[in-house]
């Protein structure tokens, strides 16, 4: 018969007495599920080491707490369940071992603190496992917005000069305008006079025929 291996993962043959991927000795599979609720009952705040007992971070066990700063896994644990660490802003540094197999749906969504390079890798790691919201944004005042969220900051609006009625015009603009309007009238006086001289020379040819 088949054993699946606490570390890994790996189906392995029952003869094997060590896994064919990590080499890791064969283990009764237990589940131990760190809870929100132990997480609370032990007192994890701060900079916590995850007790030995547990294998599992289980969902939501850290959400929103914004007093973790780091987060030690020993070999044993193999799973980050969903959302087990969501929303902990303050949170900058996680230590994992090789062995980790798992890192659930919006672990580490919105852990604004933690760096790219300081996620933690695992076999199975959800698209959604890292990830900000994005930042609603609210008007202020004329001079700069305020974004609400993980994201928030604030930058300047150009302010520009506003005066009533019609805008002033350069001296530049106004022979660029002039131009313009002389055209105009020259291509009209001259198809004036194009449909003149037409008009006198087909009146002459009728003269002379009469």
Do not use: Q
């Not at 991927?21 to 009952?41: H, W």
């Not at 022979?175 to 009209?188: A, D, E, H, N, T």
């Amino acid at each position: 018969m088949a054993w699946v291996c606490k570390y890994c993962s790996t189906n392995n043959e029952d003869g094997e007495s060590k896994c064919m991927v990590c080499d890791r000795e064969k283990k009764e599979n237990r589940v131990c599920s760190l809870t929100a609720a132990r997480a609370a009952a032990l007192g994890l705040t701060g900079n916590i080491t995850i007790p030995a007992e547990f294998n599992v971070i289980g969902d939501g066990a850290f959400k929103n707490r914004t007093d973790i700063y780091s987060v030690t896994l020993h070999p044993e644990v193999t799973k980050i369940s969903k959302e087990a660490f969501r929303g902990c802003t303050n949170l900058n540094k996680v230590v994992c071992p090789v062995t980790l197999t798992s890192v659930g749906i919006k672990a580490f969504y919105n852990c604004s603190s933690l760096s790219v390079s300081a996620r933690p890798r695992a076999r199975y790691t959800a698209s959604d496992a890292y990830g900000l919201d994005s930042p609603s944004f609210t008007y202020t005042s004329s001079s700069s917005y305020s974004a609400s969220g993980s994201s928030a900051y604030s930058s300047p609006i150009p302010s520009y000069p506003y005066t009533s009625g019609k805008p002033k015009r350069s001296v530049g603009e106004v022979f660029s305008g002039f131009g313009k309007g002389f055209k105009k009238f020259f291509r009209i006086a001259l198809w004036t006079s194009i449909i003149l001289l037409c008009a006198a020379g087909f009146i002459a040819i009728l003269l002379d025929i009469i």
